[in-house]
């Protein structure tokens, strides 16, 4: 059996691909047909149809995971922005910084390969495999089945109000005729820059979890350009050791 602090890593993994796939629903980056509705810790989240987009969040999210393993990571980001222009619009960002380095001996036999963090991920093939249970009640993957068995009850009630939390922030939202994207990255203990993980150069900026504030933005030669106001909100914070991480929402 995987000792348990790994265990609470695992169900945080479940968690941010929920957490990512939701966001793309609600900030319709994707047509909402592309979408199915899951229940998820008791609450309502949306998995993405697409076996391309399906798999490319898997793999970004597994990056992460192999990050936190080695305790490396400070912030996660979900980065939504217009794909044209590059502006960003919003940011999801996970203050992961509190978490605790899983000791080695209990890493030993895990399969974490090394690789640039600023090299993006690859599509995988159209022809690659995510199913879907027979009631699309049930979030889970061919290689895992409910995505929620097994979390304490406690986290369990914590995920559930983040993700709770998560719909009530978005849903004054009113889609636009413009065009987004969106890029997950990490910024790392040892490293004050962004690692995107997915494609794309958006540079991080930090960020602060609540109030509003006036952000600086710079030309190439660095004299600023413009200012422009950032809101942030806090979504919630969750405690469950090893894992303890505070998420918020950035509108710009």
């Known amino acids: 059996m995987s000792p348990p602090s790994i265990d609470v890593l695992e169900h945080f993994k479940n968690f941010l691909f929920a957490y990512v796939s939701t966001v793309l629903y609600l900030r ?19 998995q993405c149809r697409s076996l391309v987009l399906c798999e490319y969040i898997i793999d970004a999210v597994e990056e992460v995971y192999t990050s936190l393993l ?8 979900i980065l939504i922005y217009t794909t044209e222009g590059m502006q960003a619009v919003e940011r999801h960002v996970f203050d992961v910084s509190a978490f605790r380095i899983i000791e080695s001996n209990m890493r030993k036999g895990m399969q974490c390969e090394e690789r640039d963090p600023l090299s993006p991920i690859s599509l995988v ?6 199913s879907f249970a027979s009631e699309p009640s049930i979030l889970q993957t061919t290689k895992q089945g409910r995505l929620d068995e097994d979390t304490p009850p406690d986290l369990s009630e914590q995920f559930r109000a ?7 922030r978005c849903k004054s939202y009113t889609p636009s005729a413009t065009s987004y994207s969106f890029h997950i990255y990490m910024e790392l203990k040892s490293d004050e820059n962004a690692h995107l993980l997915t ?11 609540h109030g509003t504030e006036a952000e600086e933005n710079s030309t190439d030669d660095g004299t600023d350009s413009h200012k422009k106001e950032r809101v942030s909100k806090v979504i919630r914070a969750v405690n469950y050791p090893p894992i ?7 509108t710009f």
Request: aromatic share 12%; charged share 20%; net charge negative.
């Open 28 to 46: 319709s980056i994707y047509p909402p047909e592309m979408f199915v509705e899951a229940t998820f810790h008791n609450t309502s989240v949306y």
């Open 70 to 77: 080695r305790g490396k990571v400070k912030r996660i980001g």
């Open 125 to 130: 093939s159209a022809g690659a495999e995510v």
């Open 162 to 168: 983040a993700l709770i939390m998560l719909v009530n």
């Open 199 to 209: 494609q794309g150069s958006e540079r991080w900026v930090s960020a602060h979890s």
């Open 244 to 250: 303890s991480f505070e998420v918020w929402v950035e």
